[in-house]
């Protein structure tokens, strides 16, 4: 995955682990260049995404919501 930076896929993209941010489109052709010339830092790159997908299915994403409602909950329970 080739993303930009600052369009929020900071959060799911680990630059040169799982994908590349890039600040601008010039920066493209030499990433694409060096996947196609460097067979295993492609497969590193598809080993780290397939892992990281684990953290972004259904379950995953409401255990987080679960856990992000139950910390306010217990916050604000205590704040009283």
């Given amino acids: 995955t080739i993303a930009r930076t600052h369009e929020g896929m ?3 993209i680990q630059n040169n682990q799982n994908g590349f941010l890039i ?3 010039d920066e ?7 996947l196609a010339q460097n067979t ?4 590193e790159i598809i080993k780290n995404t ?9 379950n995953s994403v ?3 919501y ?4 139950f910390q306010i ?8």
């Fill in 50 to 58: 397939l892992l990281n997908i684990k953290n972004f299915n259904k």
């Fill in 73 to 80: 909950c217990k916050t604000r329970y205590h704040q009283k």
């Fill in 28 to 34: 493209i052709l030499p990433i694409l260049k060096s």
């Fill in 66 to 69: 679960i856990d992000i409602i």
């Fill in 40 to 43: 295993s830092l492609k497969k």
């Fill in 10 to 12: 900071e959060g799911i």
């Fill in 62 to 64: 409401i255990k987080k």
């Fill in 23 to 25: 600040n601008s489109k």
